[in-house]
């Protein structure tokens, strides 16, 4: 079962943005004038950003320790997803994005070499898609706790440890991402670039 957030209500990841893009709060000092203009570049870059969300739960048939198999006939060749999810009956494919117009405005930023602004515009892109993902885990969490089950603490996403990128094929076609506006590529990249793809599971 596919469940779909086309409006997720997120606040702006604003801690998260300034440490992507290095500041530190307690060691970097910049003027009050270019502290304005930061800010006003991430609040114009998130209000580009559209995030949407998707969700599926599959019930896990076999985790060897290096297989993981699901009763939909996803297979993932990979022991540190198994160790993830060496207590879980039940695997979570979830994806996010905040679609393209902030990643257009980005390249255009880049090809009228605005790059320090393209760069703040790359940072709440990429911050912003992550706290799709983190707003779904939580959504998760609130409605599993009814039923007496919770969440893995940590998801994996294609292409980090032992998991290969061309995962992301099983799993955008898991998810019909296309019906969402999204694209794969030859080499397992999704398009829009700010747009995330991940794996929990139920314990």
């Not at 300034?18 to 570049?41: F, P």
């Not at 969700?55 to 996803?74: A, F, K, P, Q």
């Not at 494919?93 to 902030?102: F, P, Q, S």
Request: glycine share 6%; proline share 2%; with cysteine.
């Amino acid at each position: 079962m596919l469940k779909t957030f086309n409006h997720i209500p997120l606040e702006l990841p604003l801690l998260d943005i300034l440490k992507r893009l290095g500041y530190n709060r307690h060691l970097t000092q910049i003027q009050e004038s270019q502290r304005i203009a930061i800010e006003k570049h991430i609040n114009d870059a998130f209000s580009l950003c559209q995030p949407v969300g998707r969700y599926c739960i599959d019930r896990i048939t076999e985790n060897d320790g290096g297989r993981v198999c699901s009763e939909s006939g996803l297979v993932f060749e990979s022991s540190n997803l198994a160790a993830l999810l060496k207590d879980s009956p039940e695997i979570i494919l979830l994806a996010g994005t905040v679609g393209r117009e902030i990643v257009e405005d980005t390249e255009k930023l880049v090809i009228q070499e605005n790059g320090s602004t393209a760069l703040v515009y790359d940072a709440v892109g990429s911050e912003t898609t992550d706290a799709i993902l983190d707003w779904l885990m939580k959504y998760l969490a609130t409605e599993l706790i009814r039923k007496g089950k919770t969440l893995t603490n940590m998801r994996f996403s294609a292409g980090y440890g032992d998991l290969k990128l061309e995962n992301q094929k099983q799993i955008f076609a898991a998810l019909k991402l296309e019906e969402l506006g999204l694209e794969l590529n030859e080499s397992y990249i999704l398009s829009p670039e700010k747009s995330v793809t991940a794996i929990a599971g139920i314990i």
